[in-house]
């Protein structure tokens, strides 16, 4: 079936990049997303990325698509403590309906002054 | 614009008495999606609704589970006779089209005791 793979952890300085992965399995994904939770909230949603791209660039936030290898990353520059949440990567494939997002298990971000 | 509301933000209930979640999509946006997130656990897909129709349930669990989305008012989440193992965050998401991201509510924490 379909899965979606994220490391649990991440720790980084303050100022620096951070890179957080993701792989999932579905061939058929069509759009692929990320979303940041803070403790006790929503999702925000913070960018996504149609398959038939591989980058996608927004102020901070890098993300890249490498469609063989089904592998999604987010890169975050200059990392900041109110970056510290954690990330979801989820994609739509084509077999479910269109809301029938599949999420990873969240990678959750600590950035360290 | 207010975003997708949910309520209440915590509900707690007793084993057997029944749970009502309210979700009001975003202004203009008619597709309404329903997700379960377990403990350390990513979201999990449940029903996908739009005014007056399922469109796609098979994330619901079979028994005590039900969803409506009325030509007036939120959709609704019920889940009849609770037991400890629904104990979960349940989050509501929209979507004008269905296409891009999706908007997500805050979510409701229920906690069956």
């Known amino acids: 079936g379909e899965d979606v793979e994220q490391s649990l952890f991440l720790s980084v300085r303050e100022g620096d990049s951070s890179v957080i992965n993701c792989t999932y399995t579905?061939?058929?994904?069509?759009?692929l997303y990320w979303y940041k939770q803070e403790p006790g909230a929503g999702l925000q949603l913070l960018t996504y990325?149609?398959?038939?791209?591989d980058m996608k660039q927004d102020q901070r936030l890098t993300v890249l698509l490498n469609k063989k290898d089904k592998h999604l990353s987010l890169r975050i520059a200059d990392t900041q403590t109110g970056d510290s949440a954690i990330y979801f990567c989820?994609?739509?494939?084509?077999?479910?309906?269109?809301?029938?997002?599949?999420f990873g298990k969240g990678t959750k971000l600590s950035v360290k002054p | 614009n207010a975003g997708v509301m949910q309520n209440p933000r915590h509900l707690v209930r007793r084993r057997g008495q029944e749970a009502r979640l309210r979700c009001s999509p975003m202004?203009?946006?008619?597709?309404v999606y329903w997700y379960r997130q377990l403990p350390e656990e990513g979201l999990k897909f449940m029903v996908y609704?739009?005014?007056?129709?399922?469109?796609?349930e098979s994330g619901m669990p079979k028994e005590r589970f039900s969803a409506e989305f009325p030509k007036e008012g939120p959709s609704i989440l019920r889940i009849q006779q609770v037991v400890r193992g629904d104990s979960a965050a349940y989050f509501c998401?929209?979507?004008?089209?269905?296409?891009?991201?999706?908007?997500f509510g805050s979510g409701t924490r229920l906690t069956v005791v």
């Open positions: 990325i149609f398959s038939n791209m």
């Open positions: 609704l739009q005014k007056e129709n399922i469109i796609d």
């Open positions: 989820a994609e739509r494939g084509l077999g479910g309906s269109q809301g029938n997002l599949i």
């Open positions: 579905d061939s058929s994904s069509t759009y």
């Open positions: 998401a929209s979507s004008p089209d269905g296409v891009g991201g999706y908007t």
């Open positions: 202004k203009g946006h008619s597709h």
